[in-house]
């Protein structure tokens, strides 16, 4: 085969930006998922193909790859998992969020990817992208991912509730809470040692106790409790 012809397995979010940097460089691709496709028809689309990625669901990858290595074997097999370690592939995770907007194409070019074999070059599995990419040992995959959670998936609940505590309890519009996330966020980047400020961080027990009767039984008011505990087991919090 002249040129590498990829084979895009999936139909969500990611599959679908997957789909869009690879048409925004003109990377040759196939796609196939189990609702609009049939077997025959990946059976098909692997004789046009030799790399599968593979964007579907983490609690699918590992028998679905397993399934289909029997079928493939001379096809190279790539996931995009944070947390899956699946055997004869490889990992490779966007370390970016992916909502049903498609992106231009600088965007996509500066989103990192996270390889879990040292031996591995992005290079080497999709060699027409050259974005940033660094490795992590496999055995350290659930506690990366956790972090990823934590900073991302968990904030987003945070800013949701702000938002629309914002709009229905405080009539405020919810836009100009965005000017403070964003000027917290650029602490974080540039200082993140001394980012934190206020309240928690100078142990404010009036005030800490004032919101938690503010919450008063909101289901928000134990994860404030909870952060604020959190917080102060820290060696930070000690020093």
Not at 29 to 54: F, P
Not at 93 to 103: D, S, T
Not at 116 to 124: A, E, F, G, M, R
Not at 207 to 222: E, F, Q, V, W
Request: hydrophobic share 35%.
């Amino acid at each position: 085969m002249e040129n590498t012809h990829y084979l895009i397995v999936g139909d969500g979010k990611l599959a679908n930006h997957l789909k869009q940097y690879f048409s925004l460089i003109k990377i040759n691709y196939y796609s196939w998922s189990r609702k609009e496709n049939t077997h025959q028809d990946i059976i098909c689309l692997s004789k046009k193909t030799n790399k599968i990625l593979v964007a579907i669901n983490d609690d699918n990858i590992y028998l679905w790859i397993k399934a289909h290595k029997k079928i493939f074997t001379n096809h190279i097999f790539i996931h995009f998992s944070a947390r899956c370690h699946v055997p004869s592939s490889y990992s490779l995770h966007p370390l970016y969020c992916f909502g049903p907007k498609l992106y231009e194409l600088k965007e996509y070019q500066k989103i990192p990817f996270i390889l879990d074999q040292s031996k591995i070059k992005l290079s080497q599995l999709i060699p027409e992208i050259s974005n940033p990419s660094y490795h992590i040992d496999h055995k350290q995959k659930d506690f990366y991912h956790g972090m990823c959670v934590l900073a991302a998936n968990f904030t987003t609940l945070l800013w949701q509730k702000v938002n629309l505590e914002f709009e229905t309890t405080l009539k405020l519009p919810s836009k100009i809470i965005w000017t403070l996330v964003q000027s917290e966020l650029k602490q974080c980047k540039f200082n993140p040692k001394q980012a934190l400020s206020g309240t928690l961080s100078r142990n404010d027990q009036t005030t800490i106790s004032a919101h938690l009767r503010a919450l008063a039984n909101d289901p928000y008011a134990r994860l404030y409790q909870e952060f604020v505990n959190t917080y102060l087991s820290t060696p930070e919090a000690r020093n």
